[in-house]
């Protein structure tokens, strides 16, 4: 069993930055890891996504604010996210495919005020 705890959101104003990380029980080297963002009455969307060898890639509407990363010794992914945008206001949640399974953390709030 894998457990995913996210942290790091809260309220920013729009234009401003957060740095949201994903903390796993287990070792995340090698391990495809991704960060997804559900609005309010909104489906769940892949934000950005770093594969096993470190392959990243993002969400048109992300691409060139946002940048994911893996700290393997502390078995943590980061989403630094810059130039906010009120649209950009969701909870975010980080996945990983552990043995050919998808964990999922509950999440963490990110709210962009205009």
């Known amino acids: 069993q894998v457990q995913l705890v996210e942290s790091g959101g809260g309220l920013v104003q729009a234009g401003g930055s957060l740095r949201l990380s994903c903390a796993a029980s287990?070792?995340?080297?090698?391990?495809?890891m991704g960060w997804y963002r559900q609005a309010p009455g909104k489906q769940r969307e892949l934000v950005a996504a770093?594969?096993?060898?470190?392959?990243?890639n993002y969400a048109d509407s992300v691409k060139g604010r946002f940048i994911i990363s893996r700290d393997g010794a502390k078995n943590t992914v980061y989403l630094q996210m810059s130039s906010l945008k009120p649209e950009d206001t969701a909870r975010y949640y980080c996945?990983?495919?552990?043995?050919?399974?998808?964990?999922w953390g509950k999440g963490t709030l990110v709210t962009v005020s205009s």
């Open positions: 996945d990983g495919g552990f043995n050919g399974r998808d964990y």
């Open positions: 287990g070792t995340i080297f090698r391990i495809a």
């Open positions: 770093i594969t096993s060898g470190d392959r990243t």
